[in-house]
């Protein structure tokens, strides 16, 4: 027997002619799955919330699950949704962790030029600011004419980057704001 | 609740990792923490965490082009699993076969000793079975609590390119075949892998090696000759039990 060669077809083979004797061997004892995973379904119940995933500009439909407590505890593709079908990529999978993940920023912090450390600010701090920054780099480089004596009223000091998680209406409003204090590198990264 | 399979189409999957990313969150299995491989592989290998792994693996021709093979990797919840056979005699309990649906299922109330799992692992012609550090075998599901609901697993809800496939058997081996016939022509090499002997049926169409190690049973894991002779004793060894 032992020099028989038993590949993994033959194998199978053999563990079908001695199925009689493993039943056997179990003696009818054997724990129901049942038992193992008594734990209903964790989102039964559960507050269902149509979204839209935030990461590219595809706009893939979610489910948001929420607890009684209005926690957020799962979120998933929305098999209505006529763009994904239920679909999410890695990015949309991971959505739920946008809302719970222990790693993200609970407050604004702030390093002062030159300092090495982050300090945390309040968020009405942190928006004046922005908004100081903004009008002392704006007064420093706005640019009434161009060297051709055009007038082009702009703001080359300062340039704006994203976002790809903003919707189309808050899109038009930024853009709105950016080109008013006179911004031309405004950047969209649409995708990714 | 008829006999459940999956199929999963390599020929479309972009190895995106939805797959990987859904199967995480709906087990709530926290991320690990991994060093760059040097390929986009990520993580490294399965774990007690990671039930589900697309693998990628770059091949090199000599003269030709580099080829690329995504394998989204998991356990294939076999006909009759080895795994099952090794632990009701390691650790009672450990292994469920669920009847209805053909789902494997390790009980994560049942510990096992270090050199028990050693010998379940070895007998999974995949490679699939993973320890947790306290003891606890642990891989994928078949998202139970959610298929028992009617919900698709996890992994095949979220397949934005229907590489994923889930439903009844009969249903399942229908496509796979049907979509074996389509992609022939364009691959002289596809085929399904061990399509009678597991639930979770890959689509592949080139040299097996190529995507994964163990992405097609046969018989050069040498603990498999060593459980079929097992298994052929198996009934003397069940005799005794209930004689003695």
């Given at each position: 027997m032992t020099s028989m060669k038993i590949t993994r077809r033959t194998f199978l083979k053999v563990s079908g002619a001695t199925a009689a004797g493993t039943i056997m061997g179990g003696l009818g004892f054997d724990l129901s799955p049942a038992e193992v995973y008594a734990q209903e379904l964790r989102i039964k119940g559960a507050k269902e919330t149509t979204s839209i995933c935030c990461y590219c500009s595809v706009g893939c439909g979610i489910i948001v699950h929420t607890d009684a407590k209005g926690k957020v505890i799962n979120a998933e593709g929305d098999p209505?949704?006529?763009?994904?079908?239920?679909a999410l990529c890695a990015k949309g999978a991971s959505s739920y962790q946008i809302a719970v993940n222990p790693h993200r920023l609970q407050k604004v912090l702030y390093r002062a030029p030159y300092s090495s450390t982050w300090k945390e600010v309040k968020w009405e701090w942190a928006l004046e600011k922005i908004a100081a920054n903004i009008k002392k780099s704006r007064d420093a480089s706005f640019?009434?004419?161009?060297a051709a004596g055009q007038v082009v009223n702009r703001t080359n000091g300062i340039a704006s980057v994203g976002s790809a998680a903003m919707d189309n209406e808050e899109c038009w409003l930024y853009s709105k704001m950016l080109r008013a204090l006179g911004l031309i590198y405004v950047e969209h990264q649409a995708r990714i | 609740m008829a006999d459940k399979s999956f199929f999963i189409d390599t020929t479309k999957c972009t190895a995106c990792r939805g797959c990987q990313i859904a199967c995480k969150q709906w087990n709530k299995n926290p991320g690990t923490k991994t060093l760059?491989?040097?390929?986009?592989?990520?993580?490294?290998d399965l774990s007690a965490s990671t039930f589900k792994l697309v693998r990628f693996n770059e091949v090199e021709v000599p003269g030709g082009e580099p080829q690329w093979f995504f394998f989204p990797d998991q356990c294939r919840h076999c006909m009759s699993p080895p795994c099952k056979e090794v632990a009701d005699e390691k650790a009672k309990g450990a292994i469920i076969h669920d009847e209805k649906t053909g789902a494997v299922i390790f009980n994560p109330k049942v510990k096992i000793k270090p050199g028990d799992f050693k010998e379940v692992r070895e007998a999974c012609p995949y490679d699939i079975p993973r320890i947790s550090g306290a003891g606890i075998m642990a891989k994928c599901t078949m998202c139970f609590d959610r298929i028992n609901e009617g919900m698709l697993p996890a992994c095949v809800k979220t397949?934005?390119?229907?590489?994923m496939n889930f439903g009844d058997r009969k249903e399942i081996l229908e496509k796979a075949n049907k979509r074996l016939e389509e992609v022939k022509g364009t691959y002289k090499d596809a085929m399904l892998a061990n399509t009678d002997d597991v639930r979770v049926i890959f689509l592949i169409v080139d040299d097996p090696k190529k995507y994964h190690k163990f992405a097609v049973a046969d018989n050069t894991i040498g603990i498999t000759r060593k459980m079929a002779l097992k298994r052929l004793f198996q009934p003397l060894t069940s005799l005794r039990h209930m004689i003695g």
């Amino acid at each position: 027997m032992t020099s028989m060669k038993i590949t993994r077809r033959t194998f199978l083979k053999v563990s079908g002619a001695t199925a009689a004797g493993t039943i056997m061997g179990g003696l009818g004892f054997d724990l129901s799955p049942a038992e193992v995973y008594a734990q209903e379904l964790r989102i039964k119940g559960a507050k269902e919330t149509t979204s839209i995933c935030c990461y590219c500009s595809v706009g893939c439909g979610i489910i948001v699950h929420t607890d009684a407590k209005g926690k957020v505890i799962n979120a998933e593709g929305d098999p209505d949704h006529p763009i994904s079908e239920g679909a999410l990529c890695a990015k949309g999978a991971s959505s739920y962790q946008i809302a719970v993940n222990p790693h993200r920023l609970q407050k604004v912090l702030y390093r002062a030029p030159y300092s090495s450390t982050w300090k945390e600010v309040k968020w009405e701090w942190a928006l004046e600011k922005i908004a100081a920054n903004i009008k002392k780099s704006r007064d420093a480089s706005f640019m009434e004419k161009n060297a051709a004596g055009q007038v082009v009223n702009r703001t080359n000091g300062i340039a704006s980057v994203g976002s790809a998680a903003m919707d189309n209406e808050e899109c038009w409003l930024y853009s709105k704001m950016l080109r008013a204090l006179g911004l031309i590198y405004v950047e969209h990264q649409a995708r990714i | 609740m008829a006999d459940k399979s999956f199929f999963i189409d390599t020929t479309k999957c972009t190895a995106c990792r939805g797959c990987q990313i859904a199967c995480k969150q709906w087990n709530k299995n926290p991320g690990t923490k991994t060093l760059q491989q040097g390929n986009h592989q990520n993580p490294a290998d399965l774990s007690a965490s990671t039930f589900k792994l697309v693998r990628f693996n770059e091949v090199e021709v000599p003269g030709g082009e580099p080829q690329w093979f995504f394998f989204p990797d998991q356990c294939r919840h076999c006909m009759s699993p080895p795994c099952k056979e090794v632990a009701d005699e390691k650790a009672k309990g450990a292994i469920i076969h669920d009847e209805k649906t053909g789902a494997v299922i390790f009980n994560p109330k049942v510990k096992i000793k270090p050199g028990d799992f050693k010998e379940v692992r070895e007998a999974c012609p995949y490679d699939i079975p993973r320890i947790s550090g306290a003891g606890i075998m642990a891989k994928c599901t078949m998202c139970f609590d959610r298929i028992n609901e009617g919900m698709l697993p996890a992994c095949v809800k979220t397949c934005p390119t229907g590489a994923m496939n889930f439903g009844d058997r009969k249903e399942i081996l229908e496509k796979a075949n049907k979509r074996l016939e389509e992609v022939k022509g364009t691959y002289k090499d596809a085929m399904l892998a061990n399509t009678d002997d597991v639930r979770v049926i890959f689509l592949i169409v080139d040299d097996p090696k190529k995507y994964h190690k163990f992405a097609v049973a046969d018989n050069t894991i040498g603990i498999t000759r060593k459980m079929a002779l097992k298994r052929l004793f198996q009934p003397l060894t069940s005799l005794r039990h209930m004689i003695g």
